[in-house]
T-cell receptor, first 113, second 115 residues
Framework: GNSVTQMEGPVTLSEEAFLTINCTYT??????LFWYVQYPGEGLQLLLKATKADDKGSNKGFEATYRKETTSFHLEKGSVQVSDSAVYFC????????????FGTGTKLQVIP | GAGVSQSPSNKVTEKGKDVELRCDPI?????LYWYRQSLGQGLEFLIYFQGNSAPDKSGLPSDRFSAERTGGSVSTLTIQRTQQEDSAVYLC?????????????FGSGTRLTVV
């Protein structure tokens, strides 16, 4: 079956530090990969996605590259801000027919001034 | 509507009581999903609707849980005889089609506390 593994949190960084949140997946075929973000007290929001190998998704300074050879989709940001404090979820889905989205367990990021 | 709307935003109930959680998806979104987010856990899939039918309800944890969708729009998740382990945030999401390839749009969730 499909599964997503994320690094354990919480991750605590100082403002302007470099962020990496690791995500690896297990799936047959060619899933689409997503990062969702959940700010305190809110629902999940789609942050970025990539639908095929070597694609790079990017949004709000965050980026992630679909690496089929390492089955990874690590989230990176060059300089985090306090406002980036949230829980980040890696997820996958197989397109072309119904498949529910499989989420990782989430990684909490706390950015301190 | 402009977004996925869930109500109530918070619900505290006594153990053994029944609760109903409501989700109003984005207008025109044919696919609707319920997930549960427990403290320290990831998102647990509960049920998927395409239109008014539920082709995948494999995630419902017990027969105390049921859901329906009417008019291809509003969905209600019902939990009967609530237990303390049912305490969680229940999230609803919708998408334009069942593949989810464009990503889901989530509501803000209903925080259920069973005391």
């Amino acid at each position: 079956g499909n599964s997503v593994t994320q690094m354990e949190g919480p991750v605590t960084l100082s403002e302007e530090a470099f962020l990496t949140i690791n995500c690896t997946y297990t799936a047959t075929g060619y899933p689409s990969l997503f990062w969702y973000v959940q700010y305190p007290g809110e629902g999940l929001q789609l942050l970025l996605k990539a639908t095929k190998a070597d694609d790079k998704g990017s949004n709000k300074g965050f980026e992630a590259t679909y690496r089929k050879e390492t089955t990874s989709f690590h989230l990176e940001k060059g300089s985090v801000q306090v406002s980036d404090s949230a829980v980040y979820f890696c997820a996958l889905i197989h397109p072309g027919g119904y498949q529910k989205v499989t989420f990782g367990t989430g990684t909490k990021l706390q950015v301190i001034p | 509507g402009a977004g996925v709307s869930q109500s109530p935003s918070n619900k505290v109930t006594e153990k053994g009581k029944d609760v109903e959680l409501r989700c109003d998806p984005i207008s025109g979104h044919t696919a609707l999903y319920w997930y549960r987010q427990s403290l320290g856990q990831g998102l647990e899939f509960l049920i998927y609707f395409q239109g008014n039918s539920a082709p995948d309800k494999s995630g419902l944890p017990s027969d105390r849980f049921s859901a329906e969708r009417t008019g291809g729009s509003v969905s209600t998740l019902t939990i009967q005889r609530t237990q303390q382990e049912d305490s969680a945030v229940y999230l609803c999401a919708s998408s334009l089609e069942g593949t989810g390839g464009r990503g889901y749009t989530f509501g803000s969730g209903t925080r259920l506390t069973v005391v």
